[in-house]
């Protein structure tokens, strides 16, 4: 079974400031799914990277795709208030599997 | 173009009945994903499928859950004689292609009294 742990579960930080969340796994996956789920709404695609080592930028978001394909970074700039939510990583294995494997997500929240 | 589409946004059945949520993918998406949410649990794959074929229901419960997508209309997820334990989230998702790209729905919020 394929696991994608989330780190850290809860983050408050200042609006202004920078930060990084983490999404790991001891699985190889072929793409990786970035998403960002609003109380009461589902999950809102943000990003998903394909190659190894990719970086994609989203205004002030950066995501990252390790080099084995394992893990993934997002790291936002200059926190806004509207960046508040809940952050969910999400893995295709690939192989004729067609399921997305959810991590449990970062519930993240930015202070004015 | 319009968003997945998920109907209803909330259901409220007792023990024993029926429930049917409804989706309709984004347009010319033939792939279709139900997922499943429970309270500070991550989202759970049910099942996937094409127009009028399951491919994959390795997610889904074997005794009271079916779906369907069928050629006209909406994906139907179907849970027979529900439980408390059934109250969740319900989640449709679809794309245009393979799995790495998944639209996802509001939602169909599922509480069994």
């Known amino acids: 079974t394929q696991l994608l742990e989330q780190s850290p579960q809860f983050l408050s930080i200042q609006e202004g400031e920078n930060l990084t969340v983490y999404c790991n796994s001891s699985?190889?996956?072929?793409?990786l799914q970035w998403y960002r789920q609003e109380p009461g709404e589902g999950p809102v695609l943000l990003v998903t990277?394909?190659?190894?080592?990719e970086v994609k930028k989203l205004k002030r978001l950066t995501f990252q795709f390790g080099d084995a394909r394992k893990d993934s970074s997002l790291h936002i700039t200059a926190a806004q208030p509207g960046d508040t939510g809940l952050y969910l990583c999400?893995?295709?294995?690939?192989?004729?599997?067609?399921?997305?494997?959810f991590g449990k997500g970062t519930k993240l929240s930015v202070i004015p | 173009n319009a968003g997945v589409m998920q109907n209803p946004r909330h259901l409220v059945r007792r023990r024993g009945q029926e429930a049917r949520l409804r989706c309709s993918p984004m347009?010319?998406?033939?792939?279709v994903y139900w997922y499943r949410q429970l309270p500070e649990e991550g989202l759970k794959f049910m099942v996937y499928?094409?127009?009028?074929?399951?491919?994959?229901e390795s997610g889904m419960p074997k005794e009271r859950f079916s779906a369907e997508f069928p050629k006209e209309g909406p994906s139907i997820l179907r849970i027979q004689q529900v439980v408390r334990g059934d109250s969740a989230a319900y989640f449709c998702?679809?794309?245009?292609?393979?799995?790495?790209?998944?639209?996802f729905g509001p939602g169909t919020r599922l509480t069994v009294l």
């Open positions: 499928l094409q127009k009028e074929n399951i491919i994959d």
């Open positions: 699985s190889v996956f072929s793409s």
């Open positions: 990277v394909v190659t190894g080592g």
């Open positions: 347009k010319g998406h033939s792939h």
């Open positions: 999400a893995g295709a294995s690939g192989a004729g599997s067609y399921q997305l494997t």
């Open positions: 998702a679809s794309s245009p292609t393979g799995p790495d790209t998944q639209y």
